[in-house]
Structure formats: C-alpha cells, structure tokens
T-cell receptor, first 113, second 117 residues
Framework: DQQVKQNSPSLSVQEGRISILNCDYT??????FLWYKKYPAEGPTFLIS?????DKNEDGRFTVFLNKSAKHLSLHIVPSQPGDSAVYFC????????????FGPGTSLSVIP | DAGVIQSPRHEVTEMGQEVTLRCKPI?????LFWYRQTMMRGLELLIY????????DSGMPEDRFSAKMPNASFSTLKIQPSEPRDSAVYFC???????????????FGPGTRLTVL
C-alpha cells in the first residue's frame, strides 16, 4: 500500500511559468514532509521541508503548501527554469526524527526553454 | 566535505555471485540509510542505522541481504547470492543528529547501479 502518492509521473512547463507538483499521503501520523530533487545518475538532494504545524514554507523560488485536512501537499516553483528539469520526490515521516522516511514514486519535471 | 561516497558506481555480476556495496557517510552524521530504487517500487528504504546500530531493517527483502556498520565512517550492503531481480540502483544516505539537522533531510550518495545477469 503506497502511503505517499504522486499521481503525475511527468509534467512539462514552459520556462518562466509556474510548476506545481502534487503529493498525497494516507498516513495521518505523518508529521514532517520533504521534497527532494534528483538529476540522472545522481542521488536525490534535499530541496525543502515543512512541519505539520505549518501550512506554507518558502525558500526562494520554491514554496511548499500543506493541507493537513486533505492530506495533500504541493511544491510550487516560480519562475521555472530549465535547470529545474529533474525528478521530484515527495517524502514523509512520523513525529520523531527516527521514524522512517517514506518516499513517493516521483514526478519528472521538464521545463521547456 | 566530499559528501556521501559510494563504491563501486557500477557493478555487473552474474547470478549467484556475492555483491558488496560500500558507503562512507558524511563526517559527523550519525544516521545512515540504505535505499533501493527500481522502476516498479520507486525509492524504498532497506535499512537504517543510528550511531552504528541497526534501528529498522524491515525493508530488507530477504535473508540474502545483509548490512553492517562496523564504525561511524563505513557501511556495507551485501547480497549473497545475487539474483537478476536485485538489479537496481542502491543509494546510501546519511543525516545529522535530529536536533542538529535543521530540517535539512538526508544527504544521498551518487548510488551504485547493480546489474545481475
């Protein structure tokens, strides 16, 4: 049973426009959420995170929104750049830092120049 | 810092052979994680260590897989005997102690691409 879902395997966006990547989760015990970016032949790199006590966290062009009641989060990239083309993983873990991090299947973003 | 170091980067072996993957975490990180990435199952956690002690190995697929962390700077993931279905990219990741991570998540190595023929 997939606890973290990313229902869009791929997404194409024009350079300069907004990219919105979505993530849904099923486990109400998840307390902390992370986004990772992965380029081909490299390991995932941490991008941004959000605690369940917040509904928004912003870091430069990247903003993560959390809707706990809907068990939904989204990553907004504004403006999108060609260098943002990568696979984006949504991840979640429980209340303590020792809880396992569960990753979603990833969404491949292509930003078209 | 060199980041998380994994070796080898690529491994091609024949079914039945023993495979050993190696990982050097970032100095000062006290948690280490082994992941496997496949098209079918995505990125799945196999095992993780905290202060060199295995905390959760429930993701290890079967007895053919074993992992060790003899000291804070080295870990191995061994598959014996290997099978074609073990073909995947294996990632090692490390992280700071919970209070010091400042929400930065885990740092991943470049991965080892394993092909079992």
């Amino acid at each position: 049973d997939q606890q973290v879902k990313q229902n869009s395997p791929s997404l194409s966006v024009q350079e300069g426009r907004i990219s919105i990547l979505n993530c849904d989760y099923t486990n109400s015990m998840f307390d902390y959420f992370l986004w990772y970016k992965k380029y081909p032949a490299e390991g995932p790199t941490f991008l941004i995170s959000i605690s369940s006590i917040k509904d928004k966290n912003e870091d430069g062009r990247f903003t993560v929104f959390l809707n706990k009641s809907a068990k939904h989060l989204s990553l907004h990239i504004v403006p999108s750049q060609p260098g943002d083309s990568a696979v984006y993983f949504c991840a979640a873990r429980g209340r303590t830092s020792y809880d396992k991090v569960i990753f979603g299947p990833g969404t491949s973003l292509s930003v078209i120049p | 810092d060199a980041g998380v170091i994994q070796s080898p980067r690529h491994e091609v072996t024949e079914m039945g052979q023993e495979v050993t993957l190696r990982c050097k975490p970032i100095s000062g990180h006290n948690s280490l994680f082994w992941y496997r990435q496949t098209m079918m199952r995505g990125l799945e956690l196999l095992i993780y260590f905290n202060n060199n002690v295995p905390i959760d190995d429930s993701g290890m697929p079967e007895d053919r897989f074993s992992a060790k962390m003899p000291n804070a700077s080295f870990s191995t993931l061994k598959i014996q005997p290997s099978e074609p279905r073990d073909s995947a990219v294996y990632f090692c990741a490390s992280s700071l102690p919970p209070g010091a991570s400042h929400g930065k998540g885990q740092y991943f190595g470049p991965g080892t691409r394993l092909t079992v023929l």
